[in-house]
């Protein structure tokens, strides 16, 4: 048949074989993909474990019988009858540069696969493993389009490899980002850093949200309100960054604000504003110490010293601040094991300052606002009950009363 052929053109009989090794290349591709892949999906799907489906989702088992036209390629080019010798080791080198490439991708793919096994554990959240799973791909890329080239070149790997001593500054300059993320991911891993879950804020890239994914070269940040922001992973070592992982974790969360008090309605408080004050739960029992406190240092003065200029009398915004630190130790959402202060700051030309600084005993975002909503809506409509008013700059109708 192939001296037919022959006689007919000297071409024919090598385009046969190749068609006919064509053909039973796809033939076999076929049935591996039709049998082969359909049955590993199946048992898959039924199977209980993860890695087999993890496996399957990043395509691993289908990359690696990919290898197999190829390898009847590779294998069947040399029975091919009056093919020349070149054009046959061009298809060997071919065939064998994409199986090298269906490797590097099954490698790939499985590492890949690993990751997603390992995501799903719980200790990925405090120990991510993406960055240093793309830092392996990278290598492995790297080794394998040598591979891939000094195949389909038919040339030894190490020749290609020594080329790279005079590319070195080239590399460096090439893979500088990716060299520093390396450096980031293994500093952020090992220092417990940033984890995926951690709600962190960076000003200078607009970052103020929960991390959704580490990986080596890129931190995403989810913002409040749905954003994403993508940052550098080397910049979270290079620049600040605040990250409220400690505040989710102690669940609680603080209230640190100030009340502006209008500094002219400073005063001392009469006898029967005490006496009403005596009325108060929160304010009884501290009354009564000062009361006796500023009794005891007012009876040790002297005749020529007993004025009112030399006595110790109880203030108006001194009750308050009282008022509060009570209010604020009664208060059932407010978390006792904490810092709790009401505290005074300089004045200044806004008035006086009465910080609260105290931490909500819940760290929902939501309930956290509500509680410090209510702690300030009391307190400032019950400041006039103590004779203070709120500082507040004129606006335009205060200017209109004036005419």
Not at 51 to 57: E, F, N
Not at 111 to 127: C, F, G, Q, W
Not at 170 to 199: C, E, H, N, P, Y
Request: glycine share 6%; net charge neutral.
């Amino acid at each position: 048949m192939f001296e037919q052929l022959a006689s007919i053109h000297p071409l024919l009989p090598p385009g046969a074989g190749l068609l006919a090794l064509l053909i039973g290349a796809i033939i076999v591709d076929l049935i591996v993909k039709r049998l082969l892949l359909t049955a590993i999906h199946a048992f898959a799907k039924l199977s209980r474990s993860t890695w087999d489906d993890a496996l399957v989702a990043h395509n691993v088992v289908g990359r690696l019988v990919q290898v197999l036209p190829a390898l009847i390629v590779f294998v069947g080019v040399p029975f091919v009858s009056g093919l020349p010798e070149s054009v046959a080791q061009l298809l060997r080198n071919i065939a064998m540069g994409y199986m090298m490439l269906m490797l590097t991708l099954s490698l790939t793919g499985a590492l890949s696969s690993a990751n997603t096994i390992y995501s799903a554990s719980p200790v990925a959240k405090d120990r991510p493993l993406k960055g240093f799973v793309q830092l392996m791909q990278i290598i492995i890329w790297i080794f394998g389009g040598v591979m891939i080239v000094s195949a389909v070149l038919d040339r030894s790997p190490l020749l290609l490899l020594s080329g790279f001593g005079a590319m070195t500054a080239i590399l460096l300059l090439v893979f500088k980002d990716t060299i520093l993320s390396l450096v980031a991911s293994v500093q952020l891993t090992a220092q417990d850093m940033v984890r995926v879950g951690d709600w962190i804020e960076m000003p200078q890239f607009g970052a103020d949200g929960d991390v959704v994914d580490v990986q080596l070269h890129t931190v995403k940040v989810q913002n409040f309100d749905k954003t994403i922001t993508t940052i550098p992973t080397h910049r979270l070592i290079t620049d600040s960054f605040k990250n409220w992982r400690g505040m989710s974790q102690s669940g609680a969360r603080r209230i640190k604000r100030s009340i502006f008090v209008d500094v002219s309605s400073i005063r001392f408080q009469t006898q029967d504003e005490v006496s009403h004050f005596k009325h108060s739960i929160l304010l009884k029992a501290y009354l009564e110490g000062k009361e006796q406190e500023l009794a005891d240092y007012n009876t040790g003065l002297s005749t020529e010293l007993d004025s009112d200029v030399n006595k110790r009398r109880l203030s108006n915004v001194g009750t308050f601040r009282a008022y509060a630190f009570h209010y604020l130790k009664n208060h059932p959402k407010i978390d006792k094991r904490n810092t709790l202060i009401v505290r005074q700051l300089g004045s200044g030309p806004e008035g006086l300052p009465l910080e609260i600084y105290c931490f909500t005993n819940t760290t929902v975002w939501s309930v956290y606002e509500d509680i410090q909503s209510d702690v300030f809506d009391h307190l400032m409509t019950i400041m006039p009950e103590f004779g203070l008013r709120l500082y507040q700059k004129p606006a335009g109708s205060d200017l209109a009363n004036l005419q």
